[in-house]
C-alpha cells in the first residue's frame, strides 16, 4: 500500500478563482472516496496579488483503510512537492525559486500567459524577461513539465481560469480520481457549470495531446516555442512603394504605412515613405552592397513609424472608441448578449494636451498661463473626465474627438514633433554616409521615444542630447569609438529612468551631462498648526 500522500501546490493570481479550482478538487477526491485535505495560503505577489493553494490527496479509497485515517500536511515541504500548479508562467518560475519543485519529483504544470510585474513595466527599454529563459528554469526543475497556454483556452471557453487548470491536473494522471469524477463536480456547481466543462475539456485535451505525442517530455517541451497570437492582417504595401525598396523590409515599412494610414492620412504616411528613402540612400552610400542586411532602414521602418504615430488626445479617444475594444472588453469580463455592461472612462488632460492642438502663438499663451499657476504654488491645471462609453452621449463624446485628426496637423505639438523627428533623421542620414555603425546605433535611439507625458519628453530630451553631443563631438580617435559611446548612452538611457546613469556615461565619453531643468517650490501649509491672527 502507498503509505504518501500526492500533493499539490496551486498557486492562481487575485481574481483567477484559486479558492474555487481548490474546492473542486476536495470535492472530486471526496467523491472519488479518496481522503484530502486542503489549506490556503495568502500572500503577496508581484502584480495583483497571489494565493497559494496546498492539497494533500491519499490515494487509497477510505474503504480500504479498515478505519484508519491518513495524517496530511497542512504546508507544502520544499523539495517534497508531486506537482506545482500555476496559472502565470513567472509566478511558475517564482514559486520554483522559493525551492518548492524538484527536479526528481515534481510534475509542473504551467501556462505561458504572463502579467507583467511592475517592474517589467518601469523599465525605459522592454523589460519583459525572456519566456525562453522562464522555460528553461521549469525544464531545469522539474521532474516532467506541461506548459500550454491556459489564457487562450480559457478565452475559447468564456470561463475562468480554474476550470483549465482542472482539466490539465486531471490529464496529467497525478491524481487517483477518474475523468468522470471531475466532471460530476463541475456539473453540480451551478449556472456556469457548462462554460466551466467547456473549459475542463479543452485543459484536459491539451495536456492529453502533449503526453500521447511526445514520450519524452523534458526534452520537448523545454525548447517548445511559446504560443503567440496570430498577427493581424497588414495590407500588402503599395507596388509603386515595395519597388523603392529591398524586399527585405517590405513586410516592416508595410506595417508602418498602414498604421501612418490609420493615424492620420495617407499623405502622412507618404512623408514616412519619403524619410524612409534618405536613410536607404544614405545606408547605400555607407554600404553598397547591403551587407548588414539593410538594418539602419530597418530599425528607421520600425522607430520612425512610432515617433510619427504619437499619442495625443485624438488619438486616445479613437482607441477607447473602437468597436474592437468594447467587443474585447465583453469578452474580458465574459458578458452574455442578455447582460448590462457599463463602461466608464476616466480622463484627466492637463493644458498641455490642449495646448498641443491650438496653433503654436496660443499654445504658448496657454502653457505660460500654467506655469504661471504653478508658480503661485497651484497645482498644474487638468480637467478630470469621467465619461461612460457604454452611453450613446459617451460615445458620441469620444468620437466627435477623434474626428478632429484634421486639426492635428495645425497644432503646436504637431509642429514640434516634426522638427525634432527632422533632427534626429538628420542626424541618422550623416552618421551612416560617415560610418555606417555609428548610423545604426543613432537609428536605434528610436527606442528611447516611449510612453506619454513625463515618460516621453524625457525621452526624447536623451536622444536630442546624445545627437547634439555625441553624434557630433570632434574629440573621438575614430568613428568606432563614436559608435560605441552611443550604444553606450543608449543602453544607459534604458537602463535607469532618473537618467543619472546616462550622465555618469556621458561624462565619460568627454560629453556634458544633460542640464538640470529648474522645479518650482511649492510651500504647502501645515494643516495641524492652527491659523494665527
Known amino acids: 500500500m502507498n503509505q504518501q500522500p500526492i500533493s499539490l501546490l496551486l498557486c492562481a493570481l487575485g481574481g483567477e478563482g484559486g479558492g474555487v479550482l481548490t474546492e473542486w478538487l476536495v470535492e472530486t477526491a471526496r467523491h472519488a472516496g479518496y481522503p484530502v485535505q486542503a489549506t ?5 505577489a508581484q502584480r495583483t496579488g497571489a494565493t497559494t493553494y496546498y492539497l494533500e490527496v491519499f490515494p487509497v479509497p477510505v474503504k480500504e483503510l479498515g478505519g484508519k485515517r491518513p495524517v496530511l500536511g497542512l504546508y507544502p515541504v520544499p523539495g517534497r512537492l508531486d506537482a506545482l500548479v500555476s496559472s502565470e508562467l513567472l509566478e511558475t518560475v517564482r514559486q520554483i525559486g522559493l525551492g518548492h519543485a524538484s527536479g526528481e519529483r515534481t510534475l509542473v504544470l504551467s501556462s505561458t500567459a504572463r502579467a507583467l510585474t511592475t517592474m517589467e513595466k518601469m523599465q525605459m527599454g522592454d523589460g519583459r524577461r525572456d519566456a525562453r529563459e522562464l522555460l528553461n528554469l521549469i525544464a531545469a526543475h522539474s521532474h516532467a513539465h506541461h506548459v500550454v497556454d491556459m489564457a487562450e483556452l480559457t478565452r475559447q471557453a468564456g470561463t475562468v481560469v480554474s476550470a483549465v487548470m482542472l482539466g490539465c491536473i486531471a490529464a496529467s494522471g497525478l491524481l487517483p480520481m477518474g475523468r468522470a469524477d471531475y466532471e460530476t463536480i463541475l456539473k453540480a456547481s451551478g449556472g456556469s457549470a457548462q462554460a466551466s466543462l467547456r473549459g475542463f475539456a479543452l485543459g484536459f485535451d491539451a495536456v492529453q495531446a502533449q503526453r500521447s505525442r511526445h514520450q519524452f517530455i523534458e526534452q520537448v517541451l523545454a525548447v517548445q516555442p511559446v504560443p503567440v497570437a496570430p498577427a493581424a492582417q497588414v495590407p500588402a504595401l503599395p507596388a509603386a512603394m515595395a519597388a523603392l525598396f529591398p524586399a527585405v523590409l517590405h513586410e516592416l515599412i508595410a506595417l508602418g504605412h498602414a498604421r501612418l494610414v490609420e493615424y492620420q492620412n495617407a499623405t502622412y504616411a507618404q512623408r514616412y515613405i ?9 545606408e547605400r552610400a555607407g ?6 542586411g539593410w538594418a539602419v532602414t530597418r530599425e528607421m521602418a520600425r522607430w520612425l513609424a512610432l515617433w510619427m504615430a504619437f499619442d495625443d488626445i485624438i488619438r486616445v479617444a479613437d482607441l477607447k472608441s473602437r468597436a474592437s475594444r ?6 474580458e469580463v465574459k458578458a452574455g448578449a442578455a447582460d448590462l455592461l457599463k463602461v466608464y472612462d476616466h480622463f484627466k488632460p ?7 492642438l491650438l496653433p503654436r502663438g496660443l499654445a504658448q499663451r496657454v502653457l505660460a498661463w500654467d506655469r504661471k499657476r504653478v508658480l503661485a504654488g497651484k497645482t498644474p491645471w487638468a480637467l478630470p473626465l469621467k465619461i461612460g462609453t457604454h452611453s450613446v452621449s459617451g460615445m458620441l463624446a469620444l468620437r466627435a474627438l477623434a474626428s478632429l485628426r484634421w486639426l492635428r496637423p495645425y497644432g503646436s505639438r504637431f509642429a514640434t514633433e516634426q522638427a525634432l523627428i527632422e533632427l534626429w533623421l538628420a542626424a541618422v542620414v550623416s552618421g551612416t554616409q560617415r560610418h555606417w555603425a555609428s548610423g545604426h546605433e543613432l537609428a536605434q535611439c528610436g527606442r528611447l521615444i516611449k510612453g506619454y507625458g513625463s515618460t516621453n519628453e524625457r525621452g526624447k530630451d536623451n536622444l536630442l542630447h546624445v545627437v547634439e553631443h555625441l553624434a557630433v563631438a570632434r574629440h573621438f580617435a575614430s568613428d568606432e569609438a563614436r559608435a560605441a559611446a552611443i550604444a553606450a548612452a543608449r543602453s544607459a538611457a534604458l537602463a535607469d529612468e532618473t537618467g543619472k546613469t546616462l550622465d555618469r556615461t556621458l561624462v565619460q565619453h568627454g560629453v556634458p551631462s544633460r542640464p538640470v531643468k529648474p522645479q518650482p517650490i511649492r510651500w504647502v501649509r501645515n494643516p495641524r498648526l492652527k491659523k494665527t491672527s
Do not use: N
Open 326 to 331: 468594447w467587443q474585447r472588453v465583453q469578452g
Open 40 to 44: 490556503s495560503i495568502p500572500g503577496v
Open 350 to 356: 492637463g493644458a498641455p494636451e490642449f495646448a498641443a
Open 287 to 292: 554600404d553598397p552592397q547591403g551587407a548588414h
Open 274 to 282: 519619403t524619410r524612409l528613402q534618405q536613410v536607404l540612400r544614405a
